[in-house]
């Protein structure tokens, strides 16, 4: 049998657990799981590009668990009353390849996404960060604030999307937020002046430029989510060349990353690297530095175990047979049989 998580279910675990707390866990869960980089085996998802958005599989497997995860983006979804991201995936058993888990990753994508980053800016970031500029205020942004938030104590918001109801969105969503002071901005240019930390998360699929040279600082951490596939990136070449750039999975960065416009022999250093003390973080505090985060399987790998652990810890879950429960493992065209009930063929 399998465990279906829906999203109502993470909703539960959420509610019981604490928003705080989850994201928390989570990073902890995905620091582990990076310190074990080497020990799955690991590929660039597959990708199906449309003239309005892609649809994605990301595969990633230890000795142990498989995990996959089906993602969409398609930033004209909300015209429609969709989500511009969708997501489910699953985790199997190695061993014999039996389904255990089937869950929603929608909502869990964003929470694994917030809780990277800020694994990523806790190593990269200036210790004495707490001022984020966040460039872009859809559906992911409130999962990044909040994440920065509890977990790196940035207290001070700057907000800029180019869609005014977005902003406002998001400042009703974090208006309870006690410690959270939220300015909105008329402009990136006056969004990112004084942070310490610039989140860019923005949905247009084009080689857009919304953070350029002029408008960085010494010592700025920029923290790149929204370009995560070909011909749709957010930083301007020369903001690049100005910093040292930080990668998940370096084949799948080049591809679909900020880098994807660099040459080929264009630096970067690995994350997982940093968290092993195998390449170096920040070396100065002028330093600028940039995760250009794509996503990658091992996340979601890290996140589908969570909730898996919570579901059981707090009995929420379904079971589901989906697979066919054969009395002779050998006699599969007999089930079909039996669930026809006998009737001619």
């Known amino acids: 049998m399998t465990i279906l998580l829906r999203p109502h279910d993470i909703r539960h675990i ?8 989850v994201l928390g866990k989570l990073e902890s869960c995905l620091r582990d799981d990076f310190l074990r980089w080497e020990e799955f085996d690991k590929t660039a998802r597959v990708a199906t590009h449309s003239s309005v958005g892609v649809i994605e599989l990301m595969p990633v497997a230890d000795d142990s668990l498989y995990a996959f995860k089906y993602v969409n983006g398609h930033p004209g979804n909300p015209k429609l009353g969709l989500p511009t991201v969708m997501a489910f995936g699953a985790l199997a058993e190695v061993l014999t390849g039996k389904p255990i888990v089937l869950s929603e990753l929608t909502l869990t994508t964003a929470l694994r996404t917030a809780a990277t980053s800020v694994l990523a800016a806790r190593t990269l970031a200036r210790p004495n960060s707490r001022t984020m500029a966040l460039i872009g205020n859809g559906s992911q942004s409130e999962f990044q604030a909040l994440a920065f938030h509890y977990l790196l104590g940035i207290d001070e918001l700057r907000l800029y999307d180019v869609d005014p109801a977005a902003t406002q969105k998001l400042v009703r969503n974090l208006s309870a937020i006690s410690g959270l002071h939220t300015t909105v901005c008329t402009s990136t240019a006056e969004a990112v002046k004084g942070a310490d930390i610039v989140t860019t998360v923005t949905a247009d699929k084009t080689n857009a430029i919304i953070l350029e040279k002029h408008m960085l600082e010494p010592g700025m951490h920029i923290n790149a989510v929204g370009g995560d596939c070909p011909g749709k990136t957010e930083l301007a070449t020369d903001v690049l060349l100005s910093a040292t750039t930080f990668v998940e999975f370096e084949e799948q960065s080049r591809i679909e990353g900020e880098i994807q416009h660099m ?20 070396h100065s505090n002028e330093e600028i530095t940039v995760f250009d985060s794509v996503g990658f399987a091992l996340e979601d790998y890290t996140a589908l175990r969570l909730m898996q652990e919570y579901a059981q810890q707090h009995g929420l879950g379904e079971t589901i047979e989906l697979m066919p429960d054969l009395q002779n493992p050998k006699n599969l065209f007999g089930e079909l049989l039996g669930c026809m009930e006998k009737q001619p063929i």
């Open 263 to 282: 040459p080929a022999d264009y630096p970067v250093k690995l994350l997982w690297k940093v968290l092993a003390g195998e390449q170096t973080g920040r």
């Open 14 to 21: 959420v509610q019981q657990v604490g928003l705080a707390a």
